[in-house]
């Protein structure tokens, strides 16, 4: 049987959590995939926690949320 074994830089490793403020009700997590070829590091999932009460209702709504208010290293095209 063939073993395949993946390159050392191609593992996706647990990145920042960054928590929804005290008191949020309705809190949806939102995992981005964050990789950044000049780092030599391995790519990371980091997680959001937004509010939906204080975000639109759609998903790019809640990506614009957290490039202006929790990361703005964020980047992303519409």
């Known amino acids: ?24 009700k309705r809190v949806r997590s939102f995992q981005i995939y964050r990789w950044d070829p000049d780092s030599g590091q391995n790519p990371r999932l980091d997680t959001y926690d937004i509010d939906l009460d204080a ?8 990506l614009i949320k957290i490039k202006n208010e929790i990361d703005p290293t964020l980047t992303f095209r519409r």
Do not use: R
Not at 55 to 62: K, R, S
């Open 1 to 24: 049987m063939a073993e395949f074994k993946l390159p050392a830089n191609s593992i996706v490793g647990s990145g920042k959590t960054y928590h929804a403020p005290t008191g949020a």
């Open 55 to 62: 975000c639109g209702p759609m998903v790019l709504d809640a």
